[in-house]
């Protein structure tokens, strides 16, 4: 926030350059960016009402029509024809996007199924097809695996019992299942004693990709991550149980009859991003353009993650200034293009 503030101080400041006035322009408009209204505008975007901004779903559509009619009531008129693609209503620009949701695996063992959270955590999905596994590669807990072991298209079991606690676990994990999937490992199991630690870690919603971007599917083995109850894994490989093989060596065989069943889940939605146009005094084929975006993460087990810092409290500075602009208008020399927008990680 400090930086955004900054940011929009020393672009005052170069407006009282421009003009020759000194620092009575930037002050004069300045003021008419009030803590007062921040506040307010945050209260609204911010409020449980508005269901945490989730993309394409109520409260972000909520959000859109409030900026909206910001925009009108400050006297902003609708964008020109010609200046943006697909303009409805005068400052919509829909565009479709793909929701994939979370829970895309499955572990089935004989009537037994098992899933997100349900005995299993994972936090991304690289798995594309069902998986028919009968036997796991052990290899201890994973720091040392001799270049001897095969690896390439294998189902890998490591013990994750004695990895440490909650982040710890998750920097060890990090390094030592890339270097199995740089190895070609198709599927990384970790029995792990406490799932619930790393329940904070799942993001329970879905991800977003926009329904135009070219996805270049990934050839060879997935390298796909699962953390697995010992529960559960005990109940996979029998009387042995992990914590009794703890003893053998990386490269131990351990037959198992399971299948992870891959079910991703996707659905097209539709999302809008907002739009404001100030047009310059003179320099009209300058273009400055100030973006904010508007969307969160929304309901996830009933709890509404309300997004104020990320980003409500950008989308209400975009707010303000833009009416510091139109305060000012016909005093700024260069196009204005206001646009509150989403940043989903594509």
Request: proline share 3%.
């Amino acid at each position: 926030m400090l930086e955004r503030c900054s940011w929009l101080l020393a672009l005052l400041l170069s407006v009282a350059g421009v003009f020759g006035q000194g620092d009575s322009l930037a002050t004069k408009y300045a003021r008419t960016i009030t803590a007062g209204e921040l506040e307010a505008h945050l209260k609204v975007l911010a409020s449980d009402a508005y269901l945490g901004r989730e993309t394409g779903k109520e409260g972000q559509k909520m959000a859109a029509a409030y900026l909206k009619e910001q925009f009108k009531e400050i006297g902003i008129p609708p964008v020109p024809d010609g200046e943006a693609k697909g303009i409805t209503e005068g400052y919509l620009q829909p565009y479709e996007v793909i929701e994939e949701k979370a829970d895309g695996l499955e572990l089935a063992s004989g009537n037994d199924v098992y899933g997100l959270l349900k005995g299993l955590v994972y936090f991304n999905t690289t798995l594309t097809s069902d998986l028919n596994v009968s036997e796991m590669t052990y290899v201890g807990d994973g720091s040392v695996v001799p270049g001897k072991v095969a690896i390439t298209g294998r189902t890998i079991l490591m013990d994750g019992g004695s990895l440490g606690r909650g982040e710890e676990v998750i920097s060890k994990l990090r390094t030592r299942v890339e270097e199995l999937r740089k190895r070609g490992a198709n599927l990384i199991l970790v029995s792990t004693p406490d799932l619930l630690e790393f329940e904070a870690y799942v993001h329970g919603g879905s991800r977003m990709r926009l329904a135009d971007q070219n996805i270049t599917k990934k050839s060879g083995p997935a390298g796909q991550l699962v953390l697995v109850s010992d529960q559960v894994m005990n109940s996979l490989i029998g009387s042995k149980g992990v914590r009794r093989i703890a003893k053998k060596k990386p490269g131990y065989i351990v037959k198992a009859t399971f299948e992870m069943r891959a079910r991703p889940q996707e659905e097209r939605v539709m999302a809008e991003n907002v739009l404001a146009y100030i047009e310059g005094s003179d320099k009209k084929d300058e273009l400055v353009v100030i973006t904010a975006h508007y969307d969160h993460i929304g309901v996830e087990n009933g709890v509404v993650y309300n997004g104020a810092d990320d980003d409500g409290s950008g989308t209400v500075a975009l707010l303000e200034h833009r009416g510091s602009v139109c305060e000012g208008q016909g005093r700024w020399p260069r196009t204005a293009s206001k646009r509150a927008h989403h940043a989903r990680q594509w």
